[in-house]
């Protein structure tokens, strides 16, 4: 795909406690009814939707319009159905990254914003960045302390299957880090970034296990 093949107006999905990267394939549950309305108008045309973080996910319920960050991903929707009480269950695959530049007035009950690939357009770029599998030996290793720690069940010989884009990004979405941590490996410029703040973060994390505030 090519640049123009992605639209400069889209609707955006404000959901908190939530972040998509590219590449990465997620489910979701859309019950309320604005959002419903979003993804009807989706697939109506391109199936694709924004994906971008509140700033602040306190009383965001009571928030219509949250201030969000500046960066999100651009998912396509890839799988689609409706349930019994009319709510729809659908997959979406992150595909590139964006950047929201304003938003624009509009009847519609969701919110439509104007976005800017300019900066992520490598997100598309076929050409694998040079990271070998041992380069994330230690980071796989302290996310399995991690996740042990906290319980988590990661299915590790799925992951070791996937390219090492799709693992690094498929960690970054799956680890306990906090929304802040998550939204700076997002907008990490490059693969070789992302992987190198990941394990500052998890050095965090390792070194103050019982200390450290991010972990709740």
Not at 73 to 96: A, N, P, Q
Request: glycine share 2%; hydrophobic share 40%.
């Amino acid at each position: 795909m090519k640049k123009k093949d992605f639209p400069t107006q889209k609707p955006v999905f404000p959901l908190s406690n939530f972040i998509i990267f590219p590449k990465a394939t997620v489910p979701l549950n859309i019950f309320e009814p604005r959002y419903i309305d979003m993804i009807n108008d989706s697939m109506k045309s391109d199936k694709f939707i924004g994906m971008v973080q509140p700033k602040t996910i306190e009383n965001i319920d009571n928030l219509k319009f949250p201030v969000l960050h500046k960066v999100g991903c651009l998912g396509k929707i890839t799988s689609f159905k409706e349930t019994d009480d009319k709510r729809y269950l659908i997959d979406l695959k992150g595909v590139i990254r964006f950047e929201i530049k304003k938003e624009i007035n509009s009847k519609k009950k969701y919110r439509e914003f104007e976005i800017s690939f300019d900066n992520y357009m490598h997100d598309l770029d076929e050409k694998k960045e040079d990271l070998k599998f041992s380069d994330l030996e230690l980071i796989f290793k302290d996310f399995k302390t991690l996740f042990e720690k906290r319980g988590f069940i990661i299915n590790w010989k799925a992951l070791e299957k996937q390219s090492l884009d799709e693992t690094i990004n498929a960690l970054a979405m799956a680890s306990p880090f906090s929304l802040e941590e998550k939204q700076v490996l997002l907008e990490a410029k490059s693969l070789n970034v992302r992987k190198t703040k990941i394990a500052e973060i998890l050095t965090t994390y390792s070194f103050d296990q019982y200390n450290n505030t991010t972990i709740q």
